[in-house]
Each structure stands twice: as C-alpha cells, then as structure tokens.
C-alpha cells in the first residue's frame, strides 16, 4: 500500500471540489483524483451559455422543481440553497446578477474567473487535484487509480467520489463508475435534452433558426423558452424545460401565438384571403415569424380550415430523446437506497458520493449546479465527521 491521503475525492467537478473545499476546511489532508487533464470541464462548459449557478426563487418552489424523487437531498437543498450558493460565489470575489426569470449569473457570465478562485482557495487549505488520475474501482478495500505513473492502490480513511452523470463524455462524466458500484445504480436517462425529427426537406433554410415567443406544453410541463431548429431536431431552453414529460410519453404541443386566443386568432384569419396563397394570408393576418409558419406547415398539413386550434396546439411530430451525450444532464445514477443520510455507501463505509451521479434529476435554471454543491457539501461534511469519529 502507498502512502494515502485522509480524504480521497475522485472526480474534479462542483460536487467533488465543494466536498474537498469542506474536508480542507476541517483540517484533513486532501487529494482530488480526476481523470481528465484539468479540472471541471463541464463547469467550464456550462460558463460558455453564462454559467447559471442557481435560481433566486422561495424554497418551496425550488424544491419542487427537483420532483418528490429527489426528496432524499432536500435537507441538503435546505441547508445549502439558493441564497448559500450566491453568498458562496461572492465570497470567491465574483458578482452575480438575477434574471427576470430568476436565473442567477456570474456577471462575468462564464465559469473561469469562479473556477480560479475557487482553485486558489482550495490550494490553499492544501488541497492536492492529481490530473489524469483515473479511479478504476476497487481491490478489497483500495481503490485502485490509474496514473500516468502506473496503477496506484490507495487506502484513504474517507473517499468521496463525485464523478458525475452520464453525457458529454469528452468532458470527463462517461458514467463508467457505474460498472464499479453493481447492482446500486439506476439506469442512467437524458434529461434537459433535445429531440430528434426528420424535417422535410423544405425546412433546410430553417436549420439553426431560433424559434421565439412560443410557448410548449407537455403532459404537465410547461415552457416560455426558445427552441432551436436543428439539424438532428429541436433544441434548446424551451425543449429541455419540457423533456422530461416527453421522455416520460407526453406528446408535445406548441403554443405558436401564445398571447392570442383562439378567438383572437380567428377574427385575424377570417378577414378575406382574396388571391393571396395560405402562406401569405398568414403571414400578413399574423405578421408572425417565418420560422413559426414554417413549423405549422410541417406538422400541420394538409391545413384544415380552422387554423386557430393547431396554431394553439400544433403536435409536434418527433422520434425521441437525442443521443444521451449530448444531454445537458442525466437521470438515474447511484440510487439514495444504497446511501444513508449522510451519503455514505451502506456496503462500503467511510466512502461518500455525491452530485450528478446521484439518482435525481432537475431541469436547467441553476438547479443542477446548486444540488451538486449542496450534496458535495454535505457529503463533504460527512466524511469529516467520519474521519473526527
Ligand atoms: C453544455 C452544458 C451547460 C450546462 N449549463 C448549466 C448551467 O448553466 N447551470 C447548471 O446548474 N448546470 C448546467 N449544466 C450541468 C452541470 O454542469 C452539471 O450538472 C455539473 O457539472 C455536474 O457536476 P458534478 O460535479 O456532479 O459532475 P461533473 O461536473 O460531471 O464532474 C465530474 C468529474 O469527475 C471526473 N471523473 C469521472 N469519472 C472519473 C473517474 N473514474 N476517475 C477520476 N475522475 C473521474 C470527470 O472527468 C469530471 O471532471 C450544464 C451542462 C452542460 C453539458
């Protein structure tokens, strides 16, 4: 056996630094193995659409949005929510400012400034990030890490292990630990991603257009965000808001004129068409985008003659999830009855998890960001208290 450090945390993402920043705090020596070449790609990558760290919104309502599945991190949410991650983030010398929405942002809107100090903080509590250190499960009790120096057996007193969900593998979350913890981890799903569809080929001149003002619905999910047409489908905010309902089987409605009624819409339609072709009677009648005709032309024909219900309820014709590694997140993962409250494995005591690669789900909004510090942090703390016993 090698020299070990007291605290092992194995992955460098949000969850994984928050519980080193934690274990450092209190004292213990700290080693954070991550695969990749440096630290919390997927941060990073996150900062490139402005880094929403959380939502400004009462705890109630920011519970919520995580499902009654995800009820095991609620203390956790509770004690490390939306106002603990802003005050967090300022402390590591960053403002932030608050959409209309809620959405809370860095105002540097990207992820490095964070990330520097966040680094430099940890570096100075004595915290040791080994890059290219891949954990590749266990021996009996040591884990075995891959290094560029050749396999290592280590031993700490606490591991936490953060790796991460199960998409956009080049950034480091493959969701290959799932091999090393059998029989303890839900099968891993897309979440906040887009949908496939087999445009016409009219819809060519479309591809990369952002579809605003609309509103989705599915099942009970509702969205006022914007949609990009793409090549594999449809994608973007407003999508992601609603995909979990459509994973689920909800079929799709959009809401091309949502603050029209259909009433509105047909006193509009009904003015004389004279000559003019159907797509230029709308268009004038609606004085709408040209990517919204173009969607209720190729969801919607051959048109009926009342157009108000489709414009208000227009079925989106898909062929389900895009590939799960380009979703924004994933659910499944380790799952909470394989942990105790304190996010310790019942089978493996003195090893904690924490962050995307637990079993919960959230949509986009700054949820996943703030849930993988609060369990970070609490998993943090419980491999402390561990290692004070
Ligand atoms: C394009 C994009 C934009 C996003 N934007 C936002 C946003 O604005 N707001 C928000 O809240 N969320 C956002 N997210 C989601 C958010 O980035 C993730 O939920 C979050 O990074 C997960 O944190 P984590 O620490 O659990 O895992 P990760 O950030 O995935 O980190 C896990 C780390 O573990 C390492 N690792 C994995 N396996 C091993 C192993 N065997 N050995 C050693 N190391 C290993 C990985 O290399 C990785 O560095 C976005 C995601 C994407 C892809």
Redesign the pocket.
């Known amino acids: 056996m090698e020299n070990s450090p007291e605290a092992l945390i ?8 928050m519980a080193a920043e934690i274990l450092g705090s209190a004292g213990h020596s700290v080693t954070v ?4 070449p440096s ?5 990073l ?10 939502k400004a919104e009462d705890m109630d309502a920011f519970l919520a949005a995580y499902g009654a599945g995800a009820a095991p991190i609620y203390p956790m949410l509770r004690a490390f929510g939306p106002d603990a991650v802003q005050d967090w983030a300022r402390a590591l010398g960053q403002p932030l400012f608050t959409g209309s929405t809620g959405r809370v942002f860095p105002n540097a809107m990207k992820a490095s400034p964070l990330l520097r100090a966040w680094l430099a903080r940890l570096d100075s509590l004595g915290v040791r990030i080994q890059r290219r ?4 499960g266990w021996d009996g009790g040591a884990l075995l ?1 891959h290094t560029p120096d050749g396999l290592r057996r280590l031993t700490p007193r606490a591991t936490v292990l ?4 199960a ?2 593998a080049r ?4 969701g ?2 799932a091999a090393h913890l059998p029989g303890q981890v839900a099968p891993f799903q897309p979440a ?1 991603m887009g949908f496939a569809v087999d445009w016409s080929p009219h819809m060519q001149r479309y591809l990369g257009a952002p579809v605003k003002g609309i509103a989705l619905r599915a099942g009970s999910q509702t969205s006022r965000g914007e949609i990009v047409i793409s090549r594999a489908g449809i994608e973007g905010g407003g999508i992601y808001e609603v995909s979990r309902a459509m994973r689920e089987g909800a079929p799709l409605l959009l809401d091309l004129m949502p603050d029209l009624t259909a009433e509105d819409l047909r006193a509009r339609l009904g003015r004389p068409r004279g000559k003019q072709s159907v797509a230029n009677h709308l268009r004038k009648a609606l004085k709408w985008a040209p990517e919204k005709q173009a969607l209720l032309m190729e969801f919607a024909r051959p048109l009926p003659d009342d157009l108000a219900p489709l414009i208000k309820a227009l079925p989106v014709i898909h062929h389900g999830p895009l590939p799960m590694d380009q ?3 994933t659910a499944g993962g380790l799952r909470f009855d394989a942990l105790d409250t304190g996010l310790m494995l019942k089978d493996r005591p003195g090893t904690f998890a ?4 637990l079993d919960w789900e959230a949509p ?9 510090l609060a ?2 942090r609490h998993a943090g703390r419980a491999a402390a208290d561990w290692l004070a016993r």
């Open positions: 194995i992955g460098a993402g949000p969850a994984g630094l193995a991550e695969a990749k630290p919390a790609r997927k941060f990558m996150a900062g490139k659409s402005g880094l929403n760290l959380t250190w891949r954990w590749q890490i953060a790796c991460g969900g998409s956009w950034l480091g979350s493959d290959a630990w906040n979703a924004i997140s924490a962050g995307e690669m986009t909004g700054g949820y996943l960001i703030t849930a993988c369990t970070g």
